[in-house]
């Protein structure tokens, strides 16, 4: 699972297809993330304290990981993402399309 909180990325499949969002929430164990503006439901919601006036609220479901693609902030090209490893043993994520560092996944051993 290489998509991060915050990468841009391109939707690849469903009803939102071809659509560039930012990633707002990662769920690393069931493989899912949330896009913002991507899979919006409308929900009904009784009042309560969170949501005093009740009604109808948009908001955005989670996705299958397999259905995005990360965009790359170098090149912005979707890409794939790959794994490099760099000094003591410290692991970076890199574009498969032009080669570039896109963010660090574990720093390096001491
Ligand atoms: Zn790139």
Same mark, same amino acid.
């Given at each position: =699972? ?7 990325? +391109?939707? $690849? ?7 560039? #969002?930012?990633?707002? !929430? ?5 493989? +899912? ?5 991507? *899979? ?8 309560? !304290?969170? *949501?005093?006036?009740?009604?109808? +609220? #948009? =908001?955005? =479901?989670? /996705?299958?990981?397999? *259905? ?11 890409? !794939?993402?790959?794994? !490099? ?16 560092? $896109?963010?660090? /996944? #574990?720093?390096?051993?001491?």
């Amino acid at each position: =699972m290489r998509v991060n909180k915050d990468d841009q990325v +391109l939707v $690849i499949s469903g009803a939102d297809r071809g659509k560039r #969002s930012r990633v707002v !929430r990662v769920d690393k164990g069931k493989e +899912l993330v949330t896009v913002e503006g991507v *899979n919006v439901v409308r929900k009904a919601v009784r009042r309560s !304290r969170r *949501n005093p006036q009740g009604g109808r +609220l #948009s =908001m955005e =479901m989670p /996705i299958a990981v397999s *259905n995005v693609q990360v965009i790359c902030p170098v090149c912005t090209q979707p890409t !794939r993402v790959g794994v !490099r490893f760099g000094t003591d043993e410290a692991k970076f994520r890199i574009c498969k399309k032009c080669g570039a560092d $896109i963010g660090q /996944i #574990s720093p390096a051993k001491k």
